[in-house]
């Protein structure tokens, strides 16, 4: 089972990874083109523990998902965390708003980055991923739920 989790998540980061590259190339061909026209694109950016409690405390309508297994929770979780495992998000088997900011955590930071390239490509604009996700929260000392 985590053979063909690590599979699957390398494969994933794989596909984002070429697909930036190309669309690198269009972004240069767009902005060095007179009559390019700006277009809003999906932000999604990595974060440290330090600048996620910063994220929380300026953003009161940010959404928290934990796309752990539901047995990881005992482990603990992030305050107003919901739960998502990122098997529902790699089915497409979840329902979140695409105008809310939304921080996406795990265990480590992997499923949970892969959670994120595969919202952005389902039109998701505003998302975070927890830098080393909740091992790294909780080495820094953060507050944790049981």
């Not at 984002?16 to 690198?24: A, H, I, L, P, T």
């Not at 497409?92 to 930071?109: D, E, F, Q, V």
């Not at 980055?113 to 039109?123: C, N, P, S, T």
């Amino acid at each position: 089972m985590k053979k063909v989790c690590l599979l699957v998540v390398l494969a994933l980061l794989l596909i984002s990874c070429s697909k930036n590259s190309s669309n690198s190339a269009v972004s240069q061909k767009a902005s060095s083109s007179v009559s390019a026209v700006a277009v809003k694109a999906p932000f999604h950016k990595v974060l440290t523990p330090r600048q996620v409690m910063r994220l929380i405390g300026e953003n009161p309508d940010l959404l928290i998902v934990d796309v752990r297994s539901p047995q990881e929770l005992k482990e603990g979780k992030l305050q107003n965390s919901v739960l998502v495992p990122f098997w529902n998000i790699m089915r497409g088997n979840y329902n979140l708003p695409k105008n809310r900011t939304i921080l996406l955590y795990c265990a480590i930071g992997g499923r949970s980055y892969a959670a994120m390239q595969i919202m952005a490509r389902k039109g998701y604009t505003k998302l975070y991923n927890l830098k080393g996700g909740i091992a790294q929260w909780k080495k820094e000392g953060l507050p944790v739920i049981y």
